[in-house]
């Protein structure tokens, strides 16, 4: 069952609502960008746009654009970022401004703060948990118990009290243009609140000084980390737009191994998870990352929800993930995948569906390299579907489900249980999309 066709142009698609009593009363700084149908619109308090995806739902995605003067908050390090989010559970509308590259791990005072730190005075040391849990010697067949795994969980409860940053209801979060904005090694968790905003952002090196070995993580045992760049747990109307995400400076490339398998310091750059619903992520760049999108927290995720639109990312050195989507209702429009392997990431595959999701996947381009096997563009467990049409690899137009069904026995259903009507933007073609999404992507493009 294939999505149907709307056709409007990526500059119109940016009509964005605001009235002229919020820009007023929101003491904002000034800065501007052209709209195609409504003239200049205050950054700050832009609102998602009629339509434009499943964020556009029920009452829209607003965040924090009602905010007064005493809720506007400019902010430049961790401390002031902490202060300006406020309680989780404050509900009042508010705009945060953020100028510069925020570093999570610091402390209030400003100071730098290393994987040493975090670890100080929990009985804590790589060396000894290593010694503690080798294969060899405790085996594979239970998660580690015991006085290092103990003193592992407390030095990660030091640092995520300094890098998970807790973004209440009604908020706006966006990167003052020009000034580099950003946050690195931080992990923005929006958790069981609605109407969230998060634009113009980098997200860079968000990295676990303590990641878990359970050696029952399939064949051969992983290591797991926590802390994602932005987290989506139970978050209702959200709205990702215009952000960078990124492992550099701090590459898997250059983490170790271990009991042969790698030290995975780095999660998920946006997961959507834990009955999340209603969240359109759009114009993102996701770059040089393994495991980067993930829609539904397992299997038994909540049925009903889960609902996602991506349209107009560029995704490059990303190894898999973009998305794995779970249960759901999940429109991948007009994205651009480039599976060219970058600073050591190689990907699997693009797209997953599984566990029963609804993926429509339509007017995409892949760009892939000479030699590269269509048929693992995509992933699946037998259960899940994937429709759509007018997908492009290397310009050509390709049945991306026909050349992975040829190759595998779990094969990919091809009809949906839904029509995609939430597509603001959508063009039909995927031919410019090369060039079009190269710069019009990411942070620092909005003005």
């Known amino acids: ?164 940053l807790k973004v209440p209801a009604n908020t706006t979060i966006v990167g003052v243009p020009g000034t580099s904005a950003g946050i690195t090694g931080g992990d923005l968790t929006v958790k069981g609140v609605d109407n969230v905003i998060i634009r113009n952002l980098t997200f860079s090196a968000t990295e676990d000084c303590f990641p878990q070995w359970d050696p029952t993580d399939g064949d051969k045992g992983n290591w797991n980390s926590q802390y994602d760049a932005v987290t989506l747990r139970g978050a209702t109307h959200v709205w990702a737009d215009h952000n960078t995400f990124t492992d550099a400076p701090h590459f898997d490339s250059a983490t170790p191994n271990h009991y042969g398998r790698q030290y995975q310091v780095h999660d998920g750059d946006l997961d959507i998870t834990n009955g999340s619903d209603l969240v359109t992520v759009e114009h993102n760049r996701f770059t040089d990352h393994d495991k980067t999108m993930l829609i539904g927290s397992s299997d038994k995720d909540s049925t009903g929800k889960l609902r996602v639109s991506i349209h107009h990312n560029v995704w490059k050195g990303i190894v898999q993930r973009a998305p794995l989507a779970r249960i759901g209702q999940i429109h991948v429009y007009n994205n651009l995948y480039d599976t060219t392997t970058v600073d050591g990431y190689a990907p699997l595959y693009s797209i997953n569906s599984r566990a029963k999701a609804q993926v429509v996947a339509q007017a995409n381009y892949w760009k892939v390299p000479a030699g590269s096997k269509i048929a693992k563009l995509l992933s699946g467990d037998g259960t899940g579907s994937i429709a759509g049409s007018g997908n492009l690899v290397n310009g050509t137009a390709t049945d991306l489900v026909a050349a992975y069904n040829a190759s595998n026995s779990k094969k990919i259903k091809t009809t949906v249980n839904w029509t995609p009507t939430l597509t603001a933007g959508l063009e039909t073609s995927a031919k410019n999309l090369p060039t079009e999404l190269a710069t019009t992507t990411g942070a620092g493009v909005l003005k």
Request: proline share 2%; hydrophobic share 40%.
């Open 1 to 164: 069952m294939a999505a149907p066709s709307h056709r409007r142009s990526l500059r119109k698609r940016r009509t964005l609502a605001v009235s002229a009593a919020v820009v007023a009363a929101g003491a904002g700084a000034g800065v501007f960008v052209m709209n195609a149908n409504a003239g200049a619109v205050d950054l700050y308090h832009q609102t998602l746009a009629a339509k434009d995806g499943w964020a556009a739902s029920g009452t829209g995605t607003t965040g924090g654009a009602k905010a007064d003067s005493a809720h506007t908050f400019t902010v430049s390090t961790r401390a002031q970022l902490v202060k300006a989010l406020g309680s989780a559970t404050d509900t009042t509308p508010r705009i945060i401004k953020v100028k510069g590259t925020i570093d999570a791990n610091t402390d209030d005072s400003g100071k730098k703060l290393t994987c040493a730190d975090y670890a100080a005075g929990t009985g804590y040391s790589l060396s000894a948990y290593l010694k503690a849990y080798d294969p060899s010697t405790y085996g594979r067949s239970k998660l580690p118990s015991g006085t290092q795994e103990k003193a592992r969980a407390a030095a990660q409860q030091k640092q995520a009290k300094n890098v998970v």
